[in-house]
């Protein structure tokens, strides 16, 4: 018989209970159900509404519970409508009628928005703690190539030379910004609701602090119609995953096409590739490829709850439940994501020597030799007219603006002088870009020292 069983003159009918049921998925939430209801009942016999012999019996009965699902004994997909109402009928039978006080004062309503609070603030600080060992293996790739010049793009085009550390280091921002992001999530999670009841709160003298204590919650909600309606939270957890996965899909896209024959930038670890069931040749960079396809699921996870959650009266309805298999989808993929992408990147091997080459080609020194203009008095627009038409006759005489003799450039523009050649060198284009934020080796020591302070702060 259902716990909730007495108003009803018939039984549900079977495939009511199918599609009413949610212990298929919020089983996963037991530790937590069991530990919010530990808590629960201290602060029921600390108010005198259970006795102390009630409160030790059901909490011994309660982590014998947690104990044997921990060690395999108990098979949490039995005839239950829910994790919560399953944790309350092993309890009653094991402990007896003491077991059905377990209840007092509290809501399905107000206990499910407990256990998902809690366990997205144990899983957020795990995200982070992957997201920092990310962090890491950018930082330390980072370091190794301060010196190591490529050509950085806009459309896709070559444009102007940079370090291949500072092409990192901007991940690096990236997937900084998405551990701030997920610390924003913690403290909108880190918030009690228990208390609030189905709607309502309650006529007991509960001690809301006191379970606030105990579960280590920096704050009580405030109203208890928004404390059980709430999921705002999970709307923000999984707009943190989405972003988080849309970095790490930029980056898949990158190492994609830097891997590429066409490229050369880098090469994959074998054991981070797969091969061809028909051509022999191929090394195919399936994990890059599969962290891209995987950001979609994480947003169509955050536009179903949104969804969902757009039309809801105040205060609970059923439709809230389908934040669960949302949050819990996109929480194991990036968790499946974040560690193996990590370790994919700290194997890859950097072709410098192609990457300098693919710099130097493609006039990617052609905004420096406007700047060498501007610095002898012509005005920019003026010097990026001229400079235009020095790449057009390179362009057409297959030529670079290395290989240009003086007399080509000064047939131009009678301001170029010799000193020109050591203006538009690669490295002069690079290491003079020594601006805060810039990618000379300089300025990217001073972003590394920056980014090991805040590693340091985060682990």
Known sequence: MKLWAGRFTKATDALTDHFNSSLSFDYRLYNEDITGSVAHVKMLA??????????????????????????GKIDLMQDSEDIHMLIETLLTNRIGDVGKKLHTGRSRNDQV???????????????????VDLLNAIYNLATEHTTTFMPGYTHLQRAQPVTFAHHLMAYFEMFKRDYKRFDFCYDMTNCLPLGSGALATTTYPLDRDYVK???????????????????????????AAS????????????????????????????AFSTGSSIMPQKKNPDIAELV??????CYGNLLALLTTLKGLPLAYNKDMQEDKEAVFDS???????????????????????????????GFTNATDAADY???????????????????????????????????????????????????ISIATCVNERNVTGGPSPEAVKRHLSKAKQFIERCS
């Open 243 to 270: 972003q988080m996965m849309m970095h790490l899909s930029r980056f898949s896209e990158e190492i994609i096409i830097y891997n590429s024959h066409e490229f050369k930038f880098i090469e994959l670890d074998d």
């Open 213 to 239: 204590e105990l579960l280590k919650f920096d704050a009580i909600c405030e109203n208890s119609l928004d404390a059980v309606s709430d999921r705002d939270f999970c709307v923000d957890f999984l707009y």
């Open 113 to 131: 928005a407990l256990d998902m609070r809690l366990y997205l603030r144990k899983n957020i600080k795990e995200i982070q703690s992957l997201i």
């Open 292 to 297: 891209r396809g995987k950001t979609g699921r």
């Open 46 to 71: 600390k108010q005198g509404i259970l006795t102390d012999e009630e409160c030790q019996t059901i909490e011994q009965g309660l982590l014998e519970i947690l104990q044997d699902i921990d060690g």
């Open 373 to 423: 203009l501007v610095k002898k008095g012509v005005a920019f627009r003026d010097a990026h007219h001229i400079v235009g038409q020095l790449v057009l006759f390179c362009t057409t005489n297959n030529l670079t603006l290395e290989t240009l003799s003086l007399q080509q450039y000064q047939d131009i523009s009678p301001v170029f002088t010799d000193d020109i050649y050591q203006a």
């Open 331 to 361: 929480l194991d993929t990036i968790s499946l994501c974040l560690p193996i992408f990590t370790n994919m990147l700290k194997t890859i091997t950097i072709n410098k020597e192609t990457m300098y080459k693919a710099a130097a080609s």
